[in-house]
């Protein structure tokens, strides 16, 4: 892959990436009102509100995807080879989001249709983790002590998240009883990461 090696070339390409991500993102939220099935009648969207419940789920998701991306644009991401690859697979996973939230729509009781959907997430908080892990090995002598630790947060937790998020589509595809239930520990995980001022040893100097 051929990527640009000058300053001003290097700074339009990623102008014009994360524009193309932003593509990405608007198709998907389209997607998912687009797939969205009308019922026989207007009664059943209140009474048969799965389709939309999932729908706003997924937006929300989206929606705070798309922020980290922002984030991992600004603080993050260089135009090398690897960053470029791991943003492809990140944009996989998005594009993938209305399909897999149909999948999990129509087999609502097949465990495999939760899993699949699950991981869809894990692979775009995994590889988002990734560019923030690199860019912050790149980057942490730029940030002061302050800027560093809340840098360092981003990767942690979608890293962490992925993690939890794939152990969970894992065992449930293993037939663990109520392994669903380990993707809501994320919340929990997420608030005592804030909590605590934690730095890789590197960036502690």
């Known amino acids: 892959m051929s990527l640009p090696d000058d300053a001003e070339s290097a700074a339009h390409f990623t102008r014009r990436f994360e524009s193309f991500t932003d593509v990405v ?3 998907s939220l389209s997607f998912l009102a687009g797939r969205l099935v009308i019922p026989a009648s207007a009664h059943d969207i209140f009474a048969q509100p799965a389709g939309i419940v999932g ?3 997924s937006f929300g998701f989206l929606a705070a995807l798309w922020m980290l991306n922002h ?20 944009l996989c996973g998005v594009a ?14 097949d465990p495999a249709g939760f899993s699949f959907y699950v991981l869809v997430y894990a692979a775009i908080l995994g590889s988002s983790a990734a560019i923030g ?3 912050f090995r790149r980057n942490w002598q730029t940030w002061d002590l302050d800027s560093r630790v809340a840098r360092w947060r981003t990767p942690l937790i ?5 993690g939890l998020l794939a152990l969970s589509a894992a065992l449930i595809v293993a037939g ?3 392994a669903e239930w380990l993707s809501f520990l994320i919340p ?5 990461i804030r909590r605590r001022r934690m730095l890789p040893a590197y960036a502690r100097s």
């Not at 991992?72 to 990140?90: G, K, N, S």
């Not at 993938?96 to 009781?109: C, G, M, S, T």
């Open 25 to 27: 993102f608007g198709f």
């Open 55 to 57: 729908f706003l789920i």
């Open 71 to 90: 984030r991992m644009f600004r603080f993050y991401f260089a135009p090398a080879t690897p960053d470029v690859v791991l943003v492809f697979v990140e």
């Open 96 to 109: 993938l989001i209305p399909y897999a939230l149909q999948v999990f729509l129509k087999f609502p009781n």
């Open 133 to 135: 892990f690199r860019g």
């Open 158 to 162: 979608q890293s962490v998240a992925a």
């Open 176 to 178: 663990v009883p109520h």
């Open 188 to 192: 929990l995980v997420v608030f005592a």
